[in-house]
């Protein structure tokens, strides 16, 4: 067998130097727990408790056992490619050409890693407001560029403003990328923060790469808009966004990026050379989610933000902790820089003595230290049960 040291001269030094998902890595250390017959709690991960809606199984069921289990035209059946440019335009107000200007990948994280691909070199920067969600600085890197990391301020909501995005660009950078609802933080971006990014990347001349897989999920009436219909921003904006949060289906692997043919072709060529498509009857799935009633979204919505309001009060009454209740998306970014534990020693003494996994904050850039990331989005006894364990835990500390 090749060791390590061996194996290394056979790695490329991009892939070598790339550190493994860490919140993919907290969850296999607690699966490693449970197998050891330790009782953990899993709130690690970012997956919908809910089995996708009878309706859009029905649709994927019905197209695999009418014979859909061939390849499909390597952007994404054209249904679908209708079904996501007209979702586009209701929802988000954002006109883009069905053809030419949207590809259906396996998941919202495919289509940003091949846009990094396509888009992303030596010599090019991105931008990177952090916290952020943890594969964004791996895809740049792993695409030969450079991420710049603009450190929002947790004692200000991490609000974005015009000033600390002046001071980090530099003549390299080539994009910048947000999320709203954000992971980890729940942040929403507002109209004026986004007035402000859009000004920033049109003065210098940069594309904004949007993700936007939490739209559906928000809280106390606070609205999502996308920069894409903002003026002038059509031109240089990437969509990112996906079925996998708004429809329980992560396992299904269905995401897409849309936004101006020039761009979205050759993405579709990284596309194409890498995946052919995304799954023929998973793709069915999709437009029956897309089309069909969207009732169900309400329905996880009203769990979620019970539970949200549960992690709140449990995890605020606790001496140290700060828990504001999130505007968006399904973590709670718990501030435990008043426990005198930093982000990695808080999340192991969760795991080791609550017995609860969380992600620690730095996964996320060195701004989200002093925090821990932990997922609602699961039942609400075992949230119950949780924050009783880390309440017992810290009250002890
Ligand atoms: C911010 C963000 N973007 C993208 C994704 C990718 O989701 P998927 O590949 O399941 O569409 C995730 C998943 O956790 C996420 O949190």
Known sequence: MIEQRAA???LAARVRDAAPSPTLAVSDRARQLKSEGIDVIDLGGGDPDFITPQHIRQAATDAMNGGQT???ASPGIPELRKAIAAKLKVDNGIEVDP????????GGKAALFQAAMALVEPGVDVMVLEPAWVSYVPMIELAGGTAIHVGLDPDDNFAVMREMLEQHVTDRTRAILINSPNNPTGRVLGHDELVALAEFARAHDLMVWTDEIYEKILYDGHQHESIAAYPGMAERTLTFNGLSKAYAMTGWRLGYVAGPPAFIQEIAKVHSHSVTCATSFAQAGGVAALTGDQAFIGEMLAAWDRRRHLVHDGLGAVKGLRCPLVEGAFYAFVDGRETGHDALALADVLLREAHVA???????GE?????????????????EQAVQRIRDVLGRH
């Open 367 to 383: 701004a989200g230290e002093g925090h821990v990331r932990l997922s609602f989005a699961t039942g609400d006894d075992v949230l």
């Open 99 to 106: 053809a030419q200007g949207v590809l259906v990948t396996p």
């Open 8 to 10: 290394d001269h056979f």
């Open 358 to 364: 969380v992600v620690p904050g730095t996964a996320f």
């Open 70 to 72: 061939h390849y499909v």
